[in-house]
T-cell receptor
Framework: DVKVTQSSRYLVKRTGEKVFLECVQDMDHENMFWYRQDPGLGLRLIYFSYDVKMKEKGDIPEGYSVSREKKERFSLILESASTNQTSMYLC?????????FGPGTRLLVL | AQSVTQLDSQVPVFEEAPVELRCNYSSSVSVYLFWYVQYPNQGLQLLLKYLSGSTLVKGINGFEAEFNKSQTSFHLRKPSVHISDTAEYFCAVSGTGGFKTIFGAGTRLFVKA
């Protein structure tokens, strides 16, 4: 079974802090994704990566950056957290068309 | 570009009743279609997918969906639901040439005893 793990299930941060969300997959997948999930809006793509050190902006990249130094790890960085970044963050990986998701990180920015 | 519309935000239903969750999509290219399910406090997992071939697709837990190209729909059905089916269901679409997936807003299914 594909396993996608995320470093934290719950996180509380202060406005202005730098926040790192880590995601690791164990299936040698080329593609990795970061989404945020908000009620009534579904999942919105923040960034994705199709290879090591490669990244592409998704639909809502503002205020976020990413890093992919190793194939199995994809990090999401909030450079200066703001209250409107309070959300559920989901990481996913894929080899072809099917995505496999981690359990999510619920982030609260105070 | 693709888009997905899930026509119901919440669907309450009694246990053992049938259910249909509706999904419409738009796309200028050929598509793959998916339904994912999210149980409380978990990530999403694939329920079923349509890539090509038969338009009736069977998935896990007794769910099935039918791809209707003329109506650009991919509705999800189950003939008899269980309490354990209570979850949020997401319809999704991707172009056959790429790997970006567009998700709908989700439908919350509540199964009542």
């Amino acid at each position: 079974d594909v396993k996608v793990t995320q470093s934290s299930r719950y996180l509380v941060k202060r406005t202005g802090e730098k926040v790192f969300l880590e995601c690791v997959q164990d299936m040698d997948h080329e593609n990795m994704f970061w989404y945020r999930q908000d009620p009534g809006l579904g999942l919105r793509l923040i960034y994705f990566s199709y290879d090591v050190k490669m990244k592409e902006k998704g639909d809502i990249p503002e205020g976020y950056s990413v890093s992919r130094e190793k194939k199995e790890r994809f990090s999401l960085i909030l450079e200066s957290a703001s209250t409107n970044q309070t959300s559920m963050y989901l990481c996913a990986s894929s080899l072809r068309e099917t995505q496999y998701f981690g359990p999510g990180t619920r982030l609260l920015v105070l | 570009a693709q888009s997905v519309t899930q026509l119901d935000s919440q669907v309450p239903v009694f246990e053992e009743a049938p259910v249909e969750l509706r999904c419409n999509y738009s796309s200028s290219v050929s598509v793959y279609l998916f339904w994912y399910v999210q149980y409380p406090n978990q990530g999403l997992q694939l329920l079923l997918k349509y890539l090509s071939g038969s338009t009736l697709v069977k998935g896990i837990n007794g769910f099935e969906a039918e791809f209707n190209k003329s109506q650009t729909s991919f509705h999800l059905r189950k003939p008899s639901v269980h309490i354990s089916d209570t979850a949020e269901y997401f319809c999704a679409v991707s172009g056959t040439g790429g790997f970006k997936t567009i998700f709908g807003a989700g439908t919350r299914l509540f199964v009542k005893a």
